[in-house]
């Protein structure tokens, strides 16, 4: 497998996505500028977390613009699989890659560990995990409340489309365990084609017990296990 | 011609305003008692070049579109066009 990691001005995460791919699960990583043009042959494509171009206006607006935005979009219109992890979800969103929007915190930045619960395994990212299999890894934004129309949110519940959800440790999601104020406590997505998936926990640093949790690995186990199908 | 347009980007109505929320609950306790509702969003100046009004006002409708109000959570209004 090899995995495109794209580096925003801002980016703070990508050194970390790299980490897992090379050291963790020994696969090909190659990490792309902002203002290349060629995802370079790489199977996946990794949005990561950070700041990109300051946060500036909204979160994601306007790295989504990037010279490399346009061959990500075509790689995601092909069917290729694009992960976006906390801006880099935010920036999917903005791309219109995912339905919805997340905005500010209900109570501002948080960073701390969570717990998800798996909702599907029939994405890129869960393919290895099992439904309702808890995970927990850490959050760190201030922009991670998941948004969208009501309509809209029935309709993704619908198709399957939401991913993760925040729980609380018996797996019940809560308004406690909700630590942004997403809707429906949802805290991952895939669109209709289920090959861009985004999500605001970081599953890239949640890699080996010395991080904490090694609840990650399944995740990027799962994309391995896309590739290789 | 050279034109400022002037827009206002608020959160949509209905959609959960944490900043607006906070700021009414400062101003009750600063004795505002009678504010109802705040809303926080941003204003933005813009400077262009257009043929006339109208043609400033479409340009930056365009522009709030494509990129500077978020078409799922936000709406905009602009403001004023004025020539400078």
């Excluded at chain 1, 001005?9 to 963790?24: L, Q």
């Excluded at chain 1, 399957?160 to 925040?166: A, I, N, P, S």
Aim: aromatic share 6%.
């Amino acid at each position: 497998m090899k995995v495109g990691i794209i580096r925003f001005p801002g980016s703070n995460c990508d050194e970390d996505a790299w980490f897992a791919i090379v050291n963790d699960l020994r696969e090909q990583a190659v990490m792309l500028w902002h203002k290349d043009t060629d995802l370079q042959g790489s199977d996946v494509v990794i949005l990561p977390g950070g700041f990109s171009y300051g946060d500036y206006l909204r979160a994601g607006a306007i790295a989504r613009f990037s010279p490399i935005m346009q061959q990500v979009a075509t790689h995601a219109a092909r069917g290729g699989v694009v992960i976006g992890i906390c801006n880099g979800f935010q920036i999917a969103c903005e791309a219109h890659l995912l339905p919805g929007a997340l905005l500010r915190n209900d109570v501002g930045y948080r960073a701390m560990p969570v717990t998800i619960r798996v909702e599907r395994t029939d994405s890129p990212l869960t393919a290895a995990a099992t439904v309702g299999q808890c995970l927990t890894m850490p959050i760190a934004h201030g922009e991670g409340r998941y948004t969208a129309s009501e309509d809209d949110l029935d309709r993704l519940e619908q198709a399957g489309q939401v991913l993760f959800r925040y729980v609380d440790s018996a797996g019940t999601p809560t308004t406690q365990s909700n630590p942004n104020g997403s809707m429906r406590n949802i805290a991952g997505i895939c669109n209709a084609n289920r090959n861009v998936v985004g999500l605001m926990p970081h599953p890239e640093r949640a890699m080996e017990p010395l991080l904490g949790s090694s609840d990650g690995r399944v995740l990027f186990e799962s994309l391995l296990a896309t590739v290789n199908a | 011609m050279k034109f400022r347009v002037a827009v206002h980007i608020l959160p949509r109505r209905g959609i959960l305003d944490p900043q607006g929320k906070a700021v009414t609950e400062a101003l009750h306790s600063l004795g505002f008692a009678e504010v109802a509702e705040v809303h926080v969003g941003r204003h933005l100046a813009i400077e262009t070049q257009a043929d006339s009004a109208d043609a400033a006002r479409a340009a930056v409708k365009a522009m709030c579109d494509k990129l500077l109000a978020n078409p799922v959570t936000e709406d905009f209004v602009i403001a004023s066009v004025e020539a400078v």
